[in-house]
């Protein structure tokens, strides 16, 4: 069968699984196709869904990528976004989602780990996705697979419930800061981001290792009127503030918005595989740089949230701005090999990097909002 048979048959198998009509379904797939990710983590659909039923005792009805349908893509998310996270619909009982970590850099130790921090996390009565079974994690062609309940509701998305959202996700998080040590698991490096294929996991530091490698991958490929640019931007990732020195606490790696789910006042907190122990503050940055997306209004509700259980040093408001860099860095990084790879290697004279211009005085204006929240 030729590459393009090939693809109309997924669009077939596509449209019958989800309820669109073939023009939608192929749509979907042609976004899939074009995100980085999508081949990061790869498996076999059909023997993964033999696998999980020969291990849980359990009959599948249906597995998918949770952005493959769109009466479960998540809200604001596209086909694509999360290839790895699956929703496993069974024929009795409700449904769990299975990740799968396939990458070459992925461990099942790693994947252990998560379970048992999710334990943790329910032991602590923390609103977290629970495990879906007392073996949560099995090892799928040398990979490991964890399965964890489905939590309905999707993402909170309603702009009304905006401000008591972030109020309530910044509560979250200095509850998480406040958890007491242990060992195992929750004592491991966290903080950073693991969503490229596992290669860097570990403390907020590795965002900015995992930001510096995509520039060093296209280095050569940029072509010489871009070549200022890329100076800039690899000079800003070897400054960046890293947050060593701060206080630590168990963090997440990626936490914002688009971490939790369910009903405003009943939030879930999802996708816990860069989680683990180090610097606090960086996950309070994302949050507030996140939230300032909306306004200063957001900022204000998330960092008081944030402040009923945990009052930062002064040396974390002092380096806050810095800090509050580390993400958009890694995102600036990756935009930046994205378009080398295309074939076009952005420019100063075109504008761009957009986040250079404004970056240091938005950080330091999100920074004094925090602060203000403090005093209001």
Known sequence: MTK??????????????????????????????RQAFVHARPFEHSALTAHLEAQYGIRITSL?????DPKT??????????????????????????RIFSAPADQVSRVEGDAEILRFLAAHDFPAERVAHEEPVSVFNGSGVIVTEFVEGGRP???RDTPAVEHEL??????????PAAGGAVARDGGSDESAGGFRVGRPREDLAAAMSLLVIVEDAVAPDGREGFELLRDRVENADDAEGLPEALTHGNYHRWSAVGTPGSLVIVGWAGAG?????????????????GGPTLVDAAMRGYSEHVQLTDEEFERLPGILNIKPLYLSCFQYRQSVRNGHTPTLDGGWPSWD????????????????????
């Open 64 to 68: 998918a990528p949770i952005d493959d």
């Open 277 to 293: 122990r180090g610097p606090r503050l960086p996950a309070l940055a994302w949050l507030l740089a996140t939230a300032a997306e």
């Open 157 to 159: 998305t309603d702009p």
């Open 170 to 179: 910044g509560k979250l998080l200095g509850r998480l800061h406040t958890l």
């Open 4 to 33: 393009q048979g090939s693809f109309k048959r997924a669009v077939r198998q596509h449209a019958r699984r989800t309820g669109q009509r073939y023009t939608e379904a192929r749509a979907d797939l042609e976004i899939a196709e």
């Open 73 to 98: 893509r998540p809200r604001g998310s596209w086909p694509g976004h999360y290839p790895s996270t699956l929703l496993l619909k069974r024929q009795d009982g409700s449904p769990w989602i299975a």
């Open 357 to 376: 211009v404004d970056r240091t005085e938005r950080s330091q204006r999100i920074s004094a909002q925090a602060i203000a929240a403090l005093h209001n």
